[in-house]
């Protein structure tokens, strides 16, 4: 080092959540005496010729209702149980956790939102009141998991985990905070939350992940990612309570034929840009939880009516998270991750032959940003085209009326997706500061990390806003 030894340190917290990081680039040259094995992934399976995930049929178990299986994905229970009520296993069918295309993942997510479906059928919460989906990925060692093959863990539980009840209720004294008078106190945290939608309303759609987006996006660090929405109709529920995708290897589910086939609806939603299109946000977060990483946003649920809410299967929010996947290992060099998904919400299954569009044609569908990316958002919002705000502040009314995409109640899904490094690094990412304090040291600047989804997303073809000719 320089005997001026003069750093930049740039500290970033999230003011609503309290998040934390500091980004120092002088650290990425710090020395390890720890050395790290070359040989890189190493996979101790011989090519998935001893696994277990490989010869699932056999060696893995059921649930009680079957499998979800579709192509390139299925469904398992897990053996080794910590989620109450149901705690199940999805896999993909292929051995590398590293190599997955785009069809790849949609199964992989699309089979997860039928496995929520069926266990929440199974366990009488089937309107998703009283249960709580939470989707885990754990890629690798470093990042937790204990099998090579590519595998994630889906968990409905009675309450929420603390992560996701943290969110809820940070997210809700955001709305009371900013909705309050100065001159009243706030409250408790469990009055915010009870009263989140009528604080929100009546401040005029204050809504923490719509500030989250805006936030990112005023320095370059949002992108809004758009993809035609699928015209197949969702699979009904058979006699049982729920409909899956089984075929032939032991399940109690099938299909039954029946579909949606309200053509009024059909032709109502097809009138806006933002029912032909789904549409997700990306955002390289100012504060990560741990180093590259990425916020997926996308669907929510909201008190509105006539909202619609839109599962892991999302061809907007899988376009995104792909992106987002495979701009960290093959863009950055991340050889291990973890991913997890809080808001999901719990709605029928897709049917089995339901895919997303091929890139080509998502892209020609759009047919210019600022007409489908950039529409149905407020004036202020211009191409990032977030849920509008309530008519009583977007026109100066006091009617208190919310808009028709519930701005001012949006429960969007929220990925978060974080690097862990390489494989076989020998020194923990995870020390006091991260355990204890509840902080994280950045590494990689989130201008390289956007820039890096830019790049995949561009060579997938997918049609986003707000990138380098972007808005």
Known sequence: ?????????????????????????????????????????????????????????????????????????????????????????????????????????????????????????????????????????????????????????????????????????????????????????????????????????????????????????????????????????RATANGDGAAATANGCGSSYTENGSSSTSNGAAAAAAATADHEHDVAWVLAHLAPQKDMEVIVIAGGSSSSPGSSSGGLSSPAFVAALHASLRALIDGLGVQTFNCGVMNVPLQPPLQPEQTLQPPAAAAAAVGGLQGAAGGGGDDEDGWLGLPPLPRSLASGGGDGAVGAAGGSCWRPMMARLVSRGKWAAPASDFGCLEVVGHASIGHTDPFVLIRAVDSQLAAAGVAAAGGPAGA
């Open 1 to 233: 080092m320089e005997q001026d030894n003069r750093q930049l340190v740039v500290s970033c917290t999230n003011r609503a959540t309290l998040e934390q990081a500091w980004f120092n680039e002088a650290r990425t040259r710090k020395p390890q005496t720890f050395k790290a094995d070359a040989a890189g992934v190493v996979d101790p399976t011989d090519g998935g010729r001893r696994c277990d995930f490989c010869n699932w049929q056999q060696l893995t178990a059921e649930d009680t209702w079957g499998r979800v299986e579709r192509p390139h994905a299925v469904t398992g229970s897990n053996l080794f149980k910590y989620g109450e009520p149901a705690h199940g296993l999805v896999l993909f069918k292929h051995h590398d956790p590293l190599a997955f295309n785009r069809d790849q993942l949609y199964d992989f997510m699309a089979v997860s939102d039928g496995w929520f479906a069926a266990a929440a059928a199974a366990h009488g919460g089937g309107g998703g009141g009283a249960l709580h989906p939470f989707f885990i990925w754990n890629c690798g060692p470093r990042a937790g998991a204990s099998q090579f093959h590519g595998h994630g863990q889906l968990m409905l539980t009675s309450v929420p985990v603390p992560a996701q009840a943290r969110l809820d209720q940070q997210a809700a004294l955001h709305a009371a905070a900013h909705s309050t008078p100065h001159n009243q106190p706030v409250g408790s945290a469990a009055a915010a939350t009870a009263a989140t939608a009528a604080a929100a309303t009546a401040n005029g759609g204050v809504c923490y992940y719509r500030d989250l987006i805006r936030a990112h996006a005023a320095v370059g660090l949002a992108r809004k990612v758009v993809v035609p929405r699928p015209q197949q109709p």
